[in-house]
């Protein structure tokens, strides 16, 4: 199974047309900062948005308020998953 987290576009290098010059974007995720190629993206991204990434490629982009939706419901599972480990119940 694969988990994709929202990541949060810092830069941007290259534009939609300049396929020779590397299309990327440094992103970050809770203080995780990768570089992500963008040359499959569904939508070109802007500083400030939101990238679903998979092995190396942002794939989606989200606007903000989906994303922080997105992150806030798998904090919330996270915490309910620790919760269950920390009483025993893994049920």
């Given amino acids: 199974m694969c988990l994709a987290v929202p990541m949060k576009v810092l830069e941007i290098q290259g534009s939609p047309d300049d396929f020779l010059s590397g299309q990327t974007a440094l992103v970050d995720a809770d203080g995780i900062r990768k570089e992500t190629r963008l040359d499959i993206v569904d939508r070109w991204p802007k500083i400030g948005d939101y990238l679903i990434i998979h092995a190396g490629f942002a794939i989606h982009t989200l606007e903000a308020e989906e994303a922080k939706t997105n992150l ?7 915490e309910k998953v620790e919760a269950r480990e920390a009483t025993g119940n893994r049920s």
């Avoid at 806030?72 to 996270?78: G, K, Q, T, Y």
């Fill in 72 to 78: 806030r419901l798998m904090r919330e599972m996270a």
